[in-house]
């Protein structure tokens, strides 16, 4: 953009601040291309080798397919070109597609309640009358560090009849044990464990850029007669919002490619299938049927959803984050 | 990049501050602490439990009050870092492998690739961050199956390799970088220049320092993820000795349903694995500088 043949800088003009404060000063452009592109380089490497050399890979091998070719006692299977096969499979797949059903399930259980404890959390922390907020915030950070696959340990245990404070307080009670891990329990409890490692975490994000909110704001508010409850909803949240839809955005993200806790929780409940959610599938297909085109359409057909989704999601809150006035 | 206004109180990781004229209790004060607090004992109450578990003989497992200590921790200890011939330390060696070299790494190369796109203008510089923005919204994830192909293409696949280098690359570390670095002055970076300093020099003596805060965010992120990872190395790895702890547990509580006595070395797994992340992320609690990742949307 800016001018950039000048040669390398005059020692004449050294200390004397630019003239056009800010915008790019006169650079020699030769060297720093060269300097900006080797630090540049050991990232791009990395991106092309793990990102989108494994993509192409995977778009490519999703349009190619096993055939039987000659027939008979002498056919043998061919790896070929089969166009767009693979996905015609994939989306006729009942229990793929079961799959992603499930995961709409546990997702719309595990998103609003996941955000919204987040907000309410970091509201609480932000309101002037609230104790213990130092104890608080740590507690409910703590899940954060726990991997998903112990939470669902810990959780399945707490599920677990045998195990489960819950269900022994229930039955003391004359209620039974409660079904944790059948259907349609599991949906719950699967999604309890991504609510109770993330709600914590999308806490913090929402309670930092609530402090980041001036506070002559909520003074002027104060001085108009305006109560904690609306300054929350009408001043805090609003302004928010952007961490809001991060959050969201993680959320989604997070939520399509839930793997890790249904597999863990696999061996204590029968309520769980092999391919429950498509990466379960993707997973079954690509390792235990041997099946890698398949995978490979299957793993890029979640990829574009989430891609879209997220798309969507950002395209949709646009105005609400970058514009304004 | 929009940074707190200086006018901005205190970020969350900072001390809390002193509350003006400290209210009175209300009925409002007593129901947001009740509600935090009850938030707290929801989240302590499986650590909670796993601690408790974890003190259990394999006896009193099932039998016993679930809340009840038993009488079984020794015991436990031992059996756990017996297993295998000592797999659990191994785990978590492995753990502390991939997480730790793999952030330090991943920390650097996004501080060198986002100082570069934030503190440079060339050709073709649209082009990477619009790749790099593409590349934040891929879940990493869903491309596990393509990386072990490549990896066993490249002859890697089952290799401490394969789990550390996919775990290097962080579009939105690259991201973040680029929004921290934003804010090392042109003009600084210009003086420098004048005095003869090369640009990486400028990179390593000015821009790094300054950048200290916002990495050490980046890093702590990239530690837990990689850390709390588990489809990548399930994937890449078939040795037991390469598992990370995540992995290695999922083993023991899976086979722990044909061999109950497992279900006693998972608890206690996962009850040692907590302790050291819990107590990391609680000392470095004051370095978390999460407001610059609402602050980098609006940027």
Same mark, same amino acid.
């Given at each position: 953009m800016a001018s950039t043949t000048a040669p390398p800088a005059h020692p004449a003009r050294a200390g004397t601040p630019s003239e056009d404060g800010g915008s790019p000063v006169r650079r020699p452009r030769q060297r720093h291309r060269l300097a900006a592109w080797s630090m540049l380089a050991p990232a791009l490497l990395l991106f092309v080798a793990f990102l989108l050399v494994p993509i192409g890979y995977a778009l490519w091998l999703s349009l190619r397919g096993l055939r039987l070719e000659?027939?008979? !006692?002498f056919g043998r299977r061919v790896e070929t070109f089969v166009g767009l096969e693979n996905y015609a499979t994939a989306i006729a797949d009942a229990e793929f597609l079961a799959g992603f059903g499930r995961l709409l399930v546990y997702g719309a259980l595990a998103v609003p309640f996941t955000l919204g404890l987040a907000l309410v959390f970091a509201l609480l922390l932000d309101a002037r009358a609230a104790r213990a907020t130092r104890f608080s915030r740590t507690a409910i950070f703590l !899940?954060? &560090?726990?991997p998903g696959v112990v939470a669902s340990l810990l959780w399945g245990f707490l599920y677990l009849p045998g195990t489960s404070p819950f269900s022994w307080l229930s039955d003391q009670l004359g209620?039974? &044990?409660? !079904?944790?891990?059948?259907? !349609?329990?599991i949906f719950a409890s699967v999604a309890n464990i991504a609510v109770w490692g993330g709600v914590g975490f999308n806490m913090i994000i929402i309670y930092t850029s609530l402090r980041g909110i001036p506070e002559e704001i909520y003074e002027a508010a104060r001085i108009d007669g305006a109560g904690e409850w609306q300054i929350a909803w009408r001043i805090k949240v609003p302004l928010v919002a952007p961490a809001l839809v991060l959050t969201g955005l993680f959320s989604l993200i997070g939520t399509l490619q839930v793997y890790g806790e249904p597999t863990t929780l696999r061996p204590m409940t029968s &309520?769980?299938?092999?391919?429950?959610v498509p990466l379960m599938t993707i997973y079954r297909d690509a390792f235990t049927r041997d099946d890698l085109p398949l995978a490979a359409a299957e793993s890029v057909l979640l990829a574009g959803l989430t891609v879209v989704l997220s798309v969507v999601l950002l395209r949709l809150n646009q105005r609400r984050i970058f514009g304004g006035s | 990049m929009t940074a707190a206004p200086s006018t901005a109180r205190s970020t969350a990781t900072a001390a809390p501050p002193a509350p003006t004229g400290r209210p009175r209790r209300s009925v409002g004060g007593v129901a947001a602490t009740t509600v935090l607090l009850l938030g707290a004992l929801y989240c302590l109450v499986p650590v909670a439990w796993v601690v408790v578990a974890s003190t259990k003989s394999r006896g009193e497992l099932?039998?016993?009050?679930?809340?009840l200590p038993g009488s079984g921790l020794l015991d436990n200890l031992g059996d756990l870092f017996a297993y295998g011939g000592g797999q659990f330390g191994g785990w978590a060696l492995n753990s502390l492998l991939y997480a730790g070299v793999g952030s330090v790494l991943s920390t650097l190369v996004s501080a060198l690739a986002g100082y570069a796109l934030a503190k440079y203008e060339f050709t073709g510089r649209n082009l990477v961050f619009f790749l790099v923005l593409a590349g934040v919204l891929i879940p990493g994830i869903t491309l596990a199956v393509p990386q072990y192909l490549i990896m066993s293409d490249l002859g890697l696949a089952g290799s401490r390799w394969s789990v550390l280098l996919p775990s290097i690359i962080s579009p939105f570390g690259i991201y973040l970088a680029r929004v921290f670095a934003a804010s090392v002055p042109d003009d600084t970076v210009e003086a420098a220049r004048l005095d003869g300093a090369s640009e990486g020099r400028i990179f390593i003596s000015i821009a790094l320092p300054m950048l200290v805060p916002g990495l050490v965010t980046l890093f702590m992120l990239q530690f837990v993820g990689i850390w709390n990872n588990f489809l990548l190395p399930f994937i890449m790895l078939a040795d037991q000795g390469k598992y990370p702890l995540t992995v290695g547990l999922y083993t023991l509580l899976s086979r722990g349903s044909g061999e109950p006595g497992l279900y006693s070395l998972a608890i206690i797994g996962a009850a040692l694995s907590v302790i050291p992340l819990a107590a990391l992320m609680l000392v470095l609690?004051?370095?978390?500088?999460?407001d610059v990742l609402s602050g980098g949307l609006k940027g």
């Open positions: 000659g027939g008979g !006692p !899940p954060y &560090a726990v209620g039974g &044990a409660i !079904p944790f891990l059948l259907d !349609p329990w &309520a769980i299938s092999q391919t429950w | 099932f039998t016993t009050f679930t809340f609690q004051r370095y978390w500088r999460l």
